[in-house]
Each structure stands twice: as structure tokens, then as C-alpha cells.
């Protein structure tokens, strides 16, 4: 049971990470058409489809089927789509789900709590960006490590307190968290752990690298390393980001919009890991 959106003069998200890469084929493209999140309008339904109908606005993440950088898309009813949250366009909502989703993943990981002390680093990503708002959301504390231009950014988007780590190193100012969420996988545990509570978690984005570390500390009644491999991504959590927009209490950020036709511009730039937040590909009318 399928439906199939149409993504002219839509919009797909672009992000690369570690994960990613893997998945995707190091050596080349493993699926010859690659993206994840999206949106636009169903443009045909199977005939078993009851809950989506031709015209309706959806978004959603493919997943690791990719496939999203398209005109066209064809995803499972049962798959991780849904309407758009109301009073956003398509370039505002194609990019909502990926960063959303690895930071929910990460967050859950870390089993954080309401009222707990977390540190963002990397917090203007598409990752960073997601995080801190869905920290804010859990009801943490959160202190965010951005680089100086884009501290103000960063202090929109819910941070308690923001370090520019240009000017000032987190691990050396004495104070400590509840949770350390490395949002950017250019941190470290040995680097971190002075600035974790007794009982204190890191949480990388690279799960890999720190597959050792997570396995060593597993059973440790101090500090740990955690990850959840691989990463949870459900409809649920798609349902939660709708909501979450509607309310006012999440949006995603856009450094930068591209055409369809400007992919390979657009994959290079993400790549030099300066862009804030998301870049976005937008499809022209057939």
C-alpha cells in the first residue's frame, strides 16, 4: 500500500553525517537517488490507501530506502509520513524530521530528564539546532557551544546559556552536566568527562567510534558513553514534530535553498560541515 507524493515546486532536506556516509556506500552511492526527508503533495494512492488522498500536503523521512531528492516519491501509508503542520510551506517543513529524529535518538539515549544539566556541542547543526529545542522541551536545562556568529541563533532557539567555543572552552570553566550531547561527533569522551556529573552520560552522534567506549562503560556505576544502534525513527516522533511546530515550539532552521539541479553544489557545501542548520532542494513546477 503505497502513496505516491509529487514533489514539484517542493521541497527535500539534505544532510550528510558518519552514519549516513556508511549507509549510503563510502566508496559510491549505494542507491542511485539519495535524500530522506521530504515534502509536497500525494499526487496517487494505492487502492488499500484510507488514510491519505490526492492533494493532501504531507512530509515525512524515507529513511534508509533515501530516494527523497526527486520529483517524484513513493512511500509505504504505514511508512514515516503524515499531513504538514499547519501555517508552514514546503521549504519549512521538508527539513524538519532528520535532525529531529537523530536528536529524539540521542536524547532518549541519554535518558534525559526534567530539570537535568545538558551541554549541546555543535549546536547550530541540523542535529544541534533540533536538540536544543527538544531539550528545552524535556524540560532540561541546556547550555549550548556554537561558534560567534551564530550565538544569537542558538539563544532564539531555547538555550539557557550559550558558550561561543571561540572564546571560551566548556571543559575548562568548572562547571558540570547531566548530560553531554556531542551533536557534531567532533568531541570526545576524554575531552568531556571532567565536565560530566559522577553519573554523568555522553552521547556522540558517532555511534561507531565510540562503540568500545559505550561497550566498556555499559556496566560502569559512573560516568558512560551511550548510543542506541540502530537509530529508532517512528511515525510517532513525526506526530510529536508536527505538534511540536504547530505549537510554536520547534521550527527548523534553513542556512541555505537550493534547486534540485544544484544537488552536487549543494551535497558539497553540507559536506564542509560550516552550514547552519539545513539546506534545503527545491523542485520547479514540471
Avoid at 77 to 85: N, W
Avoid at 145 to 168: F, H, P, Q, W
Amino acid at each position: 500500500m503505497d502513496v505516491h507524493t509529487r514533489e514539484a515546486n517542493r521541497s527535500s532536506g539534505l544532510t550528510v553525517s558518519l552514519l549516513s556516509r556508511v549507509v549510503s556506500g563510502v566508496r559510491g552511492p549505494r542507491h542511485r537517488i539519495l535524500g530522506t526527508e521530504f515534502a509536497g503533495e500525494v499526487e496517487s494512492v494505492g487502492s488499500a490507501v484510507s488514510e491519505f488522498a490526492v492533494g493532501d500536503r504531507v512530509f515525512g523521512n524515507s529513511g534508509l530506502r533515501f530516494g527523497a531528492h526527486a520529483e517524484y516519491l513513493c512511500i509505504a501509508e504505514s511508512g514515516r509520513i503524515g499531513p504538514m503542520p499547519r501555517g508552514v510551506g514546503f521549504e519549512e517543513s521538508a527539513p524538519l524530521s532528520d535532525g529531529a529524529f537523530n536528536a529524539l535518538w540521542c536524547l532518549r539515549s541519554a535518558k534525559l530528564e526534567k530539570q537535568q544539566r545538558i551541554l549541546i556541542y555543535g549546536a547550530s547543526g541540523a542535529i544541534g539546532t533540533a536538540g536544543v529545542q527538544l531539550a528545552r522541551y524535556f524540560g532540561a536545562a541546556v547550555t549550548a557551544v556554537c561558534g560567534t556568529k551564530n550565538v544569537e541563533l542558538v539563544r532564539s532557539l531555547g538555550a539557557d546559556r550559550v558558550i561561543d567555543y571561540m572564546k571560551e572552552d566548556f571543559t575548562q570553566n568548572g562547571e558540570t552536566y547531566d548530560v553531554i550531547f556531542d551533536a557534531v561527533g567532533k568531541h570526545s569522551f576524554r575531552r568531556s568527562e571532567g565536565s560530566l556529573k559522577p553519573a554523568g552520560v555522553y552521547v556522540p552522534t558517532d555511534g561507531f567510534k565510540n562503540l568500545w567506549l559505550t561497550l566498556r562503560t555499559a556496566r560502569s556505576k559512573g560516568k558512560k558513553v551511550r548510543f542506541q544502534l540502530p537509530p529508532q525513527y517512528a511515525r510517532q516522533d513525526l506526530r510529536l514534530i508536527k505538534e511540536l511546530v504547530e505549537a510554536g515550539k520547534f521550527r527548523a532552521v534553513i542556512d541555505r535553498r537550493h534547486r534540485l539541479d544544484e544537488v552536487v553544489e549543494a551535497t558539497r557545501y553540507v559536506e564542509t560541515q560550516q552550514k547552519v542548520g539545513n539546506v534545503v532542494l527545491t523542485v520547479s513546477p514540471a
